[in-house]
């Protein structure tokens, strides 16, 4: 094996490593609607609660798509669920995430201006 055909198959096997055991960014990210959908959670004013379908009109995704990554959303500490109420809602989560989360956003969108 040459020494290129080695560092790709390392390459190769890092990469691997890395999906088996992913961080929390990489766990969250590696859905391709979940950037969209953390965008929209961005842009939601404060305590607003929202349902599957309001949350889905306001991200520009289908229900399907938001149905599929509510427990994600849930289980990272993006999104809360409103207790007591049917249809279920949500609102964006009161967490460290979330928090660090509106940072990072605040942080990158001021080196871009």
Known sequence: MSSIERREDDRKQKKELRKEHPSGWLHLTQHDAVPILVDALLDLPPNREFNKTEFAEHAGV????????TDLLLEVELIEEVPKTSPRRYKVADSDVVRELFELNSALNSTGQ
């Open 62 to 69: 289908t229900r399907q798509t938001v149905g599929n990554y």
